[in-house]
């Protein structure tokens, strides 16, 4: 059937469908190949998009980042290991391949990820494919082509197949005209950076399919999020991860951020609990469908403080990178993230001290720790 005709069709079958709030019964239709559908969506798809008596069945994209394969971990112990697949494009290391089901996704391919996600009976999407602020900045091309056409692959795909799709947004999804202290979840967002400007992007767009298809979307703003086994990809606030490898290492620190910076931040598995949590809370505890959440707000000076309490000899000195410190200075100091505290009961563990008595303790500083104390 010619594109047109079936747009036309569409379009007036949507125009025609009860109208239950603002939500109608036609998702957007890819025209792949020469076999293009219609996938009616349930009015009641919130309730499931898959058996409660079974466990979902998972896809994480872009999972070989800082943040994928902790959260792939949680996930198999909650739902099983063949439950939860990894997906990237990346060469996964042999402990990561060894640990459960691993496949090559390009967020970019559309049909490759439709594949997946109907050979393997896919019902939750994790999207954290992404390219980071500071790495965006470097390559904008790139960073808009899988920030953002990678997003609208996902949306499509998701909506499709009634998934439940998580996809994380950040505090860099504010700006400088934004409250900095606190930032609350709905306030002005002029970001300055093209990965800000693809996550208000991908609330926007998320927000907007679950009013018009009901797609099951759910969001999380993370502050920076701090990691002991698994590495940045190139974040403003990566500074705050490898401090303590150097501290560990060498006792010293050259930090790529002033002194007086403040930014909210929070320990992986504070971040990885929320996602899980989010994603599982009943739909009638979501008021909204994208939160800020938070565990703690510090500076390099502060942070350096926490350090010197275990390692005594500690050195922290300060070379400004001026494109990280600009981002630094357009994002939030303090996060409000009341509405996910009182919504679906969202509870931080790790503070300050607790952060760094943990990390330092991985990266095998036991002795210098138990020496201070
Ligand atoms: N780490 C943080 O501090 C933080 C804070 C806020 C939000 N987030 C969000 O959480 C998600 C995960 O973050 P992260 O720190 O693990 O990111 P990361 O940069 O460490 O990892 C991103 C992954 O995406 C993959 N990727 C790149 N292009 C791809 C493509 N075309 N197809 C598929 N995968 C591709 C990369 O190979 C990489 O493994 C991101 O969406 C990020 O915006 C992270
Ligand atoms: C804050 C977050 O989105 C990421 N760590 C970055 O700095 O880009």
Redesign the pocket.
Known sequence: MPVVRMLRQALSQAMQSPCCGCRTSVVPVRFLGVSPRQVPVDANFHSASFSETDHPRVLI????????VGLANLLRKRFGKDNVILS???KPPDHVFHSGPFIY????DYKNLREIVVNNRITWVFH?????SAVGEANVPLARA?NIT?LHNILDVAAEHNLRLFI?????AFGPTSPRNPTPDLCIQRPRTIYGVS?VHAELMGEYYHHRYGLDFRCLR????ISADSQ????T?DYAVQIFHDATKSGKFECNLKASTRLPMMYIDDCLRATLEVMEAPAERLSMRTYNVNAMSFTPEELAQEVLKHVPEFQITYHVDPVRQAIADSWPMNFDDSNARKDWGWKHDFDLPELVTTMLNFHGSDTRVAQAN
């Open positions: 994209t872009g999972g070989l980042g800082q943040l994928g990237d494009i990346r996704s390009d967020i970019l954290y494919s992404a390219l980071l899988v990678g994380p947004s950040t505090i860099g996550k993370y502050p920076g999020i940045p990809g190139g974040g606030t």
